[in-house]
């Protein structure tokens, strides 16, 4: 520390007065002072304040799995937090409903298959002259019905859970089965498991509820006083982490209980860190002035309630009076008379402000 005092005061004969925006100071003094420079990093968006948030899923993008026939679960595959594919088995029943349901859908193969055939002698009947337009006509108009019982019949399969690849097994073979799949309908996540292994299922019991976090939101409660200072477009930053996330909704209610408005944030990209259902805290960004820059707050000096940043030029570091335009951790927002292209001192700010002022540190 009296070293470093030493060097201060060794160059203080030659400092200018507070007045001067020029410190004259060399290189050797400087690496003695232990001063670093770096180079500015713009920034156009100003930290408003912070609120707290919850990371959910676009409802369009969540599917609540149910059981299709009433049954007793023999087989859960997947469990919470599992990816799964469209048509992967999630669980599989016993249902007792599927059995008579493939039978009806065996019986009305079977009177289709007789009436194709008695629709095809009527046919060839018809074209010899033996029977008369009526009897084909009524003929064509049984055969339409019984097509359509059959489809009928299949659509009930299909909506059972069985596949059409099941379907047609089951019309190959005629094997009757009470084993029943329950398939997810999308690409996503199992977030949620609603059954036990082994429980009896009513008809469209709740099974999983899976989701697609190819996009995932942030819920945040703006206090009302504050909503004034946001927008739409508005950018939001996780306090922990560089998430970040742009407002695409405004609440048009106020929240009774906390007097607080939802805003919708849609995160950018698909980050590893967030979970769904995380409470979050999370910072509101707005645009700022053209030009602003973002630096450590160790870069700033203030005198007579005036902020500073020292410049490197050739004679040492120019005085540059800036504006602070917000604060977020240990950065700030500042906008003046700079270009981009300059360096500032980050480091060792303390003693180039008392060289500036021809003081000792006072900081």
Do not use: C
Not at 310 to 328: D, I, P, S, T
């Amino acid at each position: 520390m009296r070293i470093a005092t030493t060097l201060l005061f060794s160059f203080l004969a030659g400092a200018v007065s507070a007045q001067d925006a020029q410190i004259r100071i060399s290189q050797q003094q400087i690496d003695n002072l232990d001063i670093k420079t770096a180079a500015l990093v713009p920034s156009s968006t100003v930290p408003l304040f912070y609120a707290p948030g919850k990371v959910v899923t676009p409802a369009d993008r969540e599917i609540l799995v149910s059981s299709s026939q009433p049954g007793l679960v023999t087989r859960l595959a997947a469990n919470v937090g599992d990816t799964v594919h469209k048509g992967q088995t999630l669980a599989q029943l016993r249902s007792p409903e599927l059995v008579g349901l493939q039978q009806a859908f065996l019986a009305a193969a079977s009177e289709l298959h007789l009436a194709g055939l008695e629709r095809n002698r009527d046919q060839k009947l018809l074209q010899e002259g033996v029977i008369a337009e009526r009897r084909w006509q009524e003929t064509q108009t049984q055969h339409s019905g019984k097509a359509a019982r059959a489809d009928e019949a299949r659509q009930l399969l299909l909506l059972a859970g069985m596949s059409p690849a099941d379907i047609q097994t089951l019309a190959q073979t005629r094997k009757l089965g009470d084993s029943l799949q329950i398939r997810s309908p999308i690409d996503g996540v199992v977030l949620e498991r609603m059954v036990n292994l082994g429980a009896r299922l009513d008809i469209q019991a709740p099974l999983y509820r899976v989701a697609d976090l190819a996009e995932l939101w942030l819920e945040i409660s703006i206090p009302q006083e504050r909503l004034s200072t946001v927008k739409v477009g508005d950018r939001v930053r996780l306090e922990s982490g560089d998430i970040s996330a742009t407002i695409s909704l405004l609440g048009q209610s106020v929240n009774v209980d906390n007097q607080t408005v939802l805003a919708r944030a849609v995160v950018d990209g698909r980050p590893q860190g967030l979970r769904v259902g995380q409470n979050v805290n999370v910072q509101i960004l707005q645009h700022g002035v053209p030009g602003g820059f973002s630096v450590p707050n160790s870069a700033l000096s203030q005198n007579e309630g005036r902020s500073y940043v020292f410049v490197r030029n050739a004679e040492g570091f120019a005085v540059v009076e800036v504006a602070v335009n917000g604060k977020q951790g240990s950065e700030s927002l500042i906008s003046g008379a700079l270009t981009g292209n300059e360096h500032i001192a980050v480091k060792g700010a303390v003693a180039l402000k008392a060289n500036w002022l021809g003081l000792g540190s006072d900081e």
